[in-house]
C-alpha cells in the first residue's frame, strides 16, 4: 500500500514540476522558519540557566516616561543597589552592570 502511495506521488511529482517545487518550496520555507522559531524560544529561556540560585536573582529596570511613549530601560541610578540593600533585609547581595561600547 506504501509503495503505491509513494510511486503515485513520485508520478504527480514529474508530472506538474512547477506545482510539486511550489509545493516543496512552501514546505521547507515553513519547516525552517518554524525550526528558527523554535531555536530561539529556547535560548530566551535559557538565560541565566547556568547560576545555581537562579531562582533568586533579579533585575531592576527603570520605566522612562516621554510625553508620546514610555519606554523600558535597564538604567538605574547607582545609589539604587546600597539603597535597596539597606531598605530590604531580604536582598542579599547588589550588583550594578556598567555596559559601554569599546570601538
Not at 26 to 38: E, N, P, S
Not at 39 to 48: K, N, R
Not at 83 to 90: G, I, Q, S, V
Amino acid at each position: 500500500m506504501l509503495k503505491s502511495y509513494l510511486k503515485i506521488a513520485w508520478r504527480n511529482i514529474t508530472k506538474q514540476k512547477f506545482y510539486s517545487f511550489i509545493n516543496i518550496l512552501g514546505l521547507t520555507i515553513g519547516m525552517t522558519c518554524c525550526f528558527l522559531i523554535f531555536i530561539y524560544v529556547q535560548f530566551e529561556l535559557s538565560y541565566d540557566k547556568f547560576h545555581e540560585k537562579k531562582e533568586q536573582i533579579y533585575r531592576v529596570v527603570t520605566d522612562v516616561k516621554t510625553p508620546t511613549e514610555v519606554i523600558e530601560a535597564d538604567i538605574t541610578s547607582a545609589p539604587m543597589g546600597p539603597n535597596l540593600k539597606a531598605d530590604y533585609p531580604e536582598i542579599k547581595s547588589a550588583v550594578r552592570v556598567y555596559f559601554t561600547k569599546c570601538l
